[in-house]
């Protein structure tokens, strides 16, 4: 899921991560700098299904608008996974040694 917060905000002439701060406490939602700040400018962890429902009501909107389904990320079974994602799993593999030892210095 695409977390999409500041595009639906911007649609709405709210720019600032403190004014929908001050508009959610407004209709009894509360949140802090910190988790303010994560709302705003990343993707949230976790959000309360209530809380969503204030941003909603504040903003105008439905949840499609702030949350963006993409279905390309998902890995589905039996499928082959691109070619560049299996080079970068390559780069991070160490080798080791089957004897429990440490491998020489390179």
Do not use: F, Y
């Not at 949140?31 to 962890?45: E, H, N, T």
Request: positive net charge; aromatic residues 2%.
């Amino acid at each position: 899921m695409k977390w999409n917060l500041r595009l639906a905000a911007a649609k709405r002439d709210i720019w600032k991560a403190s004014e929908l701060q001050r508009a959610l406490a407004e209709h009894g939602l509360v949140i802090s700098a910190g988790k303010m700040s994560g709302l705003w400018s990343g993707q949230p962890v976790s959000l309360k299904l209530d809380d969503l429902d204030v941003i909603c009501v504040v903003l105008n909107c439905a949840i499609g608008e702030l949350l963006i389904p993409e279905p390309v990320k998902v890995t589905r079974p039996g499928q082959v996974d691109t070619p560049q994602a299996a080079a970068s799993s390559a780069a991070t593999v160490v080798p080791r040694r089957r004897d429990g030892r440490s491998m020489p210095p390179a």
